[in-house]
């Protein structure tokens, strides 16, 4: 610790740290831009100067730029010293001088980090009358409005976007003044993660474009704490609504899930949420649509429970308290988990591997801190973004080892990255194709899942000195997985991924064996596995049967009656399956948000809430519970799944769900229910948590236009909606003061208006948010058994005459359900194809454009061929979720027939 003097005032603080980072920590306001808290320090801007003084007899001091300064012991500095207060007011005005001051037509304006730092500078009038420089803008995409000629210069976006994300097609262009932040031609910006320039420029020049298409300012905004849905890892986010329309997501920092960023999936998807496709009125098939209520749709739903044999499907894209309201109704016999047959089993091992393992289980942040990595089976730029981004800081921290040996802070950027140049740590890639972080790999493999799984024991095995359980390895592979080997076992931190998309236990038993072998030698080994919704795991832990059976309960007899919990079956099924299912199945009740071909099925339909008009709580990939809340009220037509449940159950007088109205009635009843959900209740504050007496506010105290939002209908103001189920209100009035980590609506403080007002939330910047971050892990080391070592290495893969070993592709636009009903997102979704390799599609007589015919089980399927030289020989790759393409059970072989393909260019079918 070191003693330090601000202003006369001594400061107990973290010797070797950035000074502007321990002044923001102190709560003392120091105006900056180019300085970001993950991206360390550039000195570009020169706004955040102090004066340094000597020793307490100095009066003059010295100018110095606090974000590069190391904080000393005895350190005296002054931020209200004239000179300092004087030169920070003159850099601004320097910043400014081609500045429009639209802030009027600017969608930053009244939430922008540059007008904060305008008026806590005390720059308030302008000195520069001339003519000022103008630029032309560039078309970016679907996510991002360029508005070039509000640039102060601050390097913020190409440090992100090039340094950071790994971007390669934005750049700084230019001289001097004279500099231009953009692509070298207009176009859209290839990185998953350019939504973050919305929210990393401090002024106007990146802006959110889905938001301008149903603009307001970010102070009329309802918010409320939410978890991304488009995934598995649980990235934190803030959801925004205004006149009932939701209409933006930003970040929601989580110290040890995504900090302070998102990626595009999970920042533009929310589109959906405003779809045509959405359910909003019940709906009784029996019934003329007009005619129908919700009191008679409850009605019937009711009837039809009460004289059938009922069984309930459960959803990975359901809340945990969805899927358990939905248990307890039909009970714990008839309740099945509504997930493919290789998702259960596969996600059902992930949850045996995190129970069990050695190794510590990583959350999202702790990947970034690894200094090895290995990937078996996951592309996880399109399975898992921000796992993708944290391992692009992975690969730095062995080059940043020769930064500390010279004794230099981390966090001098600049200095670091001109000591570490293209230095990279060791990554190893082992993937069905190539993947957008093969660019920064140590080395990848490119191959079915067979040989992926077995180039893992065979590491594990040379890890632990054993003989090896792999037959055949081939030379170059065994000289790869020695490589692998050694890097590992050189590494401080290593890190192990893998996950369910591979689609093979295999591969995450490759991963085990690797995480145990190194735990076993010494090493502070960590594992990551991937899920396959924002849910898989939390289902799982609830426990149910398979939907197969649920299939063939109905088509025996067993059950006439289905209720269908926010899934669409054809999603998990082959369609002739399914369509059996419905064909057989006398009464189905399905409860969902969106129009899918399972709603054109129901027999009942009622409207669900999505994420932003429900309460709940999902279960990400390592196991951490977090909780997303309603953020705007809607009316009795459209509601929770559980409260629809909850009703039914009520109709029915079901007597384990007597009593049960409100959320909080929900939270125990899981616990005392199922053991491995303890520690849920902790998640969020009950609904009757109160500071002062006060609920927290969703809207700012600068919330306008309440009053005359519903003046067409009446002109008085109406009492505002109560909420129940959380200790949020639906109104600008409540406590003002900071809110416990997990319920904290918006980030907002005196003079910090913008999404920078993170920093006053934090207990020092960078670090976790007071009270903790917000989520509880259900899976604790202390939990962990010794660990299994699995030995049984699958053969090698034979390819097989007339037949294509089809393995999945993943989209990260298009694949996930739901984000691909958002415009913005289907704009990026490519169009259905197979990809196969280019000998065989040589041999198979198929260039790239002409259709290739095959049968996967009953499915046959007529797609544009993609030739690559990187897929396996034998083998094809086949995306998954993409519209027009419908399931199949992944990876599996693929029929073909020399009747089955096509030379030309047929219509497809649709």
Known sequence: MATIYIDGKSYEVAAGKNLLETCLSLDLDLPYFCWHPAMGSVGACRQCAVSIFKDENDTTGKLMMSCMEVVRDGMRLSIQHPPAKDFRNNVIGWLMTNHPHDCAICDEGGSCHLQDMTVMTGHNYRKYHYEKRTYRNQYLGPFLNHEMNRCIQCYRCVRYYKDYAGGKDLDVFGAHNHLYFGRHEDGVLESEFSGNLAEVCPTGVF??????????????????????????LGCNTIAGERY???RNITTRYNGEVNGYFLCDRGRFGYEFVNSAARIKKPLVRSQLPEATTRERALQEAANIVASGKVIGIGSPRASLESNFALKTFVGEDNFYLGVSEPDHDLVEFNLRVLRETKAHVLSLREVESCDAVFVLGEDLTNTAPMLALAVRQAVRQQP??????????????????????????????????????????????????????????AVANIILGEPSVVNDLGKEEEELARKIADALLTAKRPAIISGTHGGRESIIKAAANIATALQNKGKEAGIMLTAPECNSLGL????????????????????DTAIILENDLYRRAGSDVVAKFFDTCKQVIVLDHSHTPTTERANILLPAGTFAESDGTLVNNEGRAQRFYQVYPTNEDLQESWRWIMQVGAAVEHHHMRGWSTFDDLIPAIVVANLAFKGIEQVAPSADFRIAGQKIPRETHRFSGRTSMNAGIHVSEPKPQEDPDSPLSFTME?????????????????????????????????????????????????EASMGNHFSEAPEHFQPLDGHLFMVPLYHTFGSDELSALAPAIAQLAPEPYVAINLADAQELQVEDGQ??????????????????????????????????ISYAELPGWAILNKDLIWKKQPQPIS
């Open 851 to 884: 259709h290739l015919t095959f049968k996967i089980g009953e499915e046959v399927y007529r797609l544009p061929v993609k030739t690559s030289k990187s897929i396996s020989r034998g083998a094809a790759g086949l995306p998954v979720g993409l519209p027009g």
């Open 540 to 559: 799982d832990m609830l426990g149910g049967h398979r939907l197969e059976s649920a299939f063939a309960v109905v088509e025996h007899g067993e059950a």
């Open 734 to 782: 409540g406590y003002r003061g900071k809110a416990p980590s997990s319920i904290i609506p918006f980030f907002w403080s005196p003079g910090w208006n913008s999404q920078q007002a993170i920093n006053k939330y934090q207990i020092e910047v960078g670090g976790p948010l007071r009270g903790g971050d917000p989520g509880i892990r259900l899976i604790n080391p202390s």
């Open 244 to 246: 009932g329309t939701l």
């Open 207 to 232: 802006t959110d474009k889905t938001l301008k298409q149903h603009y307001t300012r970010k102070w009329d905004l309802t918010t409320a704490p939410s978890i991304c849905h488009h995934c598995s």
């Open 400 to 457: 940043l080892e020769d930064v500390t040996a010279l004794k230099l802070p981390l966090w001098q950027d600049a200095a670091a990255r001109e000591l570490i140049q293209d230095k990279k740590g060791p990554l190893f890639i082992a993937t069905f194709h190539p993947t957008k972080l093969d660019d920064i790999a140590t080395e990848t493999y490119n191959a079915t899942p067979a040989e992926i799984a077995r180039l893992g024991f």
